[in-house]
Nanobody, 118 residues
Framework: QVQLVESGGGLVQPGGSLRLSCVGS????????MGWYRQAPGKQRELVAG???????NYADSVKGRFTISRDNAKNTVYLQMTSLKPEDTAVYYC????????????WGQGTQVTVSS
């Protein structure tokens, strides 16, 4: 299993910004689809943003226009730039890697907490 390590979470005020990073251990990072998921208390884990191996992106309706996913294959890193943060964005954010989004299995990071509060 590929090891994924997230960073960049923390406490931020509403309207603020954070950038999450996820570093993968595999030398074949460029061939994988990547995604950011989140899970808030009492809610199911949901896909926030995804990016394919070829750079095609998709976003949950709730974050469109506010979040941007990107990848730097030379650094084995995927990013989630979050702006205009809202209290409802509060959740544990998880990095995900798989050969294809629809494939079974895949690798998950340990999660990083994002808290949006005054």
């Amino acid at each position: 299993q590929v090891q994924l390590v997230e960073s960049g979470g923390g406490l931020v005020q509403p309207g603020g910004s954070l950038r999450l990073s996820c570093v993968g251990s595999t030398s074949r990072f460029n061939i994988y689809d990547m995604g950011w998921y989140r899970q808030a208390p009492g809610k199911q884990r949901e896909l926030v943003a995804g990016i394919t191996s070829t750079g095609i992106t998709n976003y949950a309706d709730s974050v469109k226009g506010r979040f941007t996913i990107s990848r730097d294959n030379a650094k084995n890193t995927v990013y989630l730039q979050m702006t205009s943060l809202k209290p409802e964005d509060t959740a544990v954010y998880y990095c995900f890697l798989n050969l294809f989004f629809s494939s079974p299995g895949g690798s998950w990071g340990q999660g990083t907490q994002v808290t949006v509060s005054s």
